[in-house]
């Protein structure tokens, strides 16, 4: 059994909905259960602007699965939600990304683990924090002081506790 996180985000069709729908489409899977949920948050798009506001959230995950077969039951989701990938950093429906498993890292062609930019975006630490407040990542800082030097500007709680809607 290895424990794993998994930032969430949408700023498309419903963004809460998409999130919480998802947080229950991991979890009815056989091979994964979910053991913690962060608060849901709205923020404000990185990356082109023009977009909606995003939701973003993170659960914290057990699973047997291997890392490669947890990314595509996320991915196997995200196409369940109608996801398609047209604008490099464009709006989306639904994004599950692996931000850990264990203490692994991972550098291969389809994944790469610690998440390449988690410690620079406070949607994803923040959440994170919600779950696990003495969390630290593989050869970093504690998730507390990275998020601490970032500072939490465009991020607001939208709803406290899952289920959130
Ligand atoms: N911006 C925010 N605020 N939240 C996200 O989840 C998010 N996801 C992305 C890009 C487009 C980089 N920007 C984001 O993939």
Known sequence: MTTAY???GSNL????????RAVDDIDSLPEIEVSGCSKLYISEPVGPE?????????VRVETTLTPLALLDAM???ENDHGR????RWGPRTLDLDMILFGNEV????????????????????????????????P?????????????????????EKYPWL
Do not use: W
Not at 111 to 127: A, D, E, G, I, K
Not at 139 to 154: A, D, F, Q
């Open 6 to 8: 998994i930032a969430l």
């Open 13 to 20: 069709e419903n963004p809460g909905l998409q999130l919480q």
């Open 50 to 58: 023009g977009q909606p506001d995003y939701c973003n959230a993170a």
């Open 75 to 77: 991915q196997s989701i």
């Open 84 to 87: 398609v990938r047209t604008v």
């Open 106 to 137: 991972i550098e291969s062609e389809r994944l790469t683990v610690p998440h390449y930019q988690m410690h620079v975006r406070n949607f994803v630490l923040c959440p994170l924090l919600d779950i696990q407040p003495d969390l630290t990542l």
């Open 139 to 159: 050869s970093r800082k504690p998730v507390e002081e990275l998020l601490k030097e970032m500072g939490t500007s465009g991020l607001e709680v939208m709803a």
